[in-house]
């Protein structure tokens, strides 16, 4: 007979504990916190100039002697690497509202009602204190959560947490994600090129038709998403990260056979390969069973949907990769600020005390409230006490509030300023929410 145990290659001795890490939930938050480091280590240290200076090399192509899509590579980063974000957050939200938590209205109801109010409160706070001016149009700033770094904080506390918070959060942060493009798309997209934005739109349009005729080829939506979609969007003004979210929707969520049919295959395959040579001691396999594996590969992509394939094989990209370089490019900020220059505007103490109180105000109250009216009851496992470390988490407002910040400001005062509320708020609301969530659970036995 074949043998039964593998003796693990030197390579895969190596890999293995790599593996290991990137399964776990924390170590997205994990290695976006060691980037932020980083960032913030090159910006203040002798390095600050070069660090600055290769972010502002210009990428672009030439033809016939004319250049195309010529852009810094800290451009790239923001609008090219991040659509990639924006794509993944995109198949997110469909799979939520397709098969997830906000697929039943009454369970929808308390994170949607609890992302409103983190959106809204902050908003509201910054612009009382930022009310006109050019500083006026960083509201946005301080409406959204971090999702990694939230649920990286949160599952740091392992089995303390019940799982009904750790579903409450993720729901809330991904319509928290869906308001934070919506901003975009609305408040910070100018000089509209209506002949691109239509081209795109059509584009947009033979997707969703390739999704109803039964196309499931990833490679078809893969051409028309990026070399259609978000090419003609990135032209016409409106941010190319929303092309990237409108693009997600179109993905098929759908099967071509259901899992009792799937089961029922895999079963017989199975048992014909066992028979097959059953006593064979080559390492070497038949003709005939590489056909039934190849059966088994066809069958496993019949019984899975486009959306969660995608999603499932970027995620890890998108999480170890795509972040990562965002953060280097974006937090790096220099420590070395006059307070009275930090403080020479509201912006700042607008974005901190948005994430911090208004987050925290938003997600609390309106839950609350929603609650005390019964119009939905508590989850599972769910108090005051607790729902309030989930406010304080929510007010991790990292690579999205980053993101809004380049769009918001091109002064690089004002973007510091943010940049600085951004770190204090993410820091103090994440250290208070883990020791809030700690103390007020305990272990599951």
Do not use: C
Not at 83 to 97: C, D, P, S, T
Not at 240 to 269: H, M, N, R
Not at 409 to 423: D, L, M, P, W
């Amino acid at each position: 007979m074949k043998n039964q145990h593998t003796k693990k290659t030197p390579i895969e001795k190596i890999v293995s504990p790599i593996q290991s890490f990137i399964k776990q939930e924390k170590a997205g938050g994990i290695v976006l916190g060691i980037s932020v480091i980083v960032a913030l280590f090159l910006a203040n240290s002798s390095f600050a100039d070069e660090y600055h200076h290769i972010l502002e090399h210009k990428l672009g192509f030439q033809w016939d002697g004319a250049t195309y899509f010529e852009y810094n590579l800290h451009h790239w980063i923001n609008d090219g690497l991040m659509a990639v974000f924006f794509f993944v957050v995109g198949l997110e939200l469909k799979r939520e509202i397709v098969a997830g938590e906000l697929s039943n209205p009454r369970k929808a109801l308390l994170p949607i009602a609890a992302a409103l109010g983190g959106m809204a409160v902050p908003a509201a706070i910054y612009l009382f204190l930022n009310p006109v001016g050019e500083v006026h149009s960083g509201w946005g700033i301080p409406m959204a959560t971090d999702i990694a770094f939230a649920l990286g904080v949160l599952y740091l506390l392992g089995n303390k947490i019940p799982l009904t918070l750790k579903v409450f959060l993720t729901a809330l942060a991904i319509v928290d994600d869906l308001g934070a493009v919506l901003v975009i798309a609305f408040f910070y997209t100018s000089d509209i090129s209506t002949g691109f934005l239509i081209a795109g739109v059509l584009i947009l349009l033979a997707m969703y038709i390739g999704n109803k005729m039964g196309v499931r080829s990833v490679l078809f939506y893969a051409i028309l998403g990026i070399g259609g979609v978000w090419t003609t969007f990135l032209l016409s003004g409106v941010h190319a990260t929303i092309a990237a979210v409108l693009a997600a929707f179109t993905i098929p969520a759908d099967v071509k056979i259901g899992e009792k049919l799937f089961s029922d295959k895999i079963q017989k395959y199975l048992e014909k390969f066992r028979n097959i040579d059953p006593d064979s001691s080559k390492p070497t396999l038949t003709n005939e069973q590489l056909h039934i594996l190849e059966e088994i590969k066809e069958s496993t992509v019949a019984v899975t949907p486009p959306l969660q394939r995608l999603e499932h094989a970027m995620h890890p990209m998108v999480t170890f990769i795509i972040i990562p370089i965002f953060a280097l490019a974006n937090a790096g900020v220099s420590l070395n600020i006059d307070m009275e220059h930090l403080f020479s505007t509201n912006v700042a103490i607008g974005v901190a005390l948005g994430l911090l109180i208004g987050k925290v105000v938003g997600v609390v109250g309106f839950t609350w409230l929603l609650v005390k009216l019964k119009v939905a009851p508590f989850p599972e496992g769910m108090n005051l006490r607790n729902l309030f470390g989930l406010g304080l988490l929510a007010s991790i407002g990292f690579t999205m509030s980053l993101f809004v910040t380049s769009l918001a400001f091109s002064h690089e005062e004002y973007q510091t300023q943010a940049k600085i509320g951004i770190f204090a708020a993410s820091l103090v609301g994440g250290i208070a929410g883990y020791i809030v969530l700690n103390k007020s659970s305990k272990p599951k036995k």
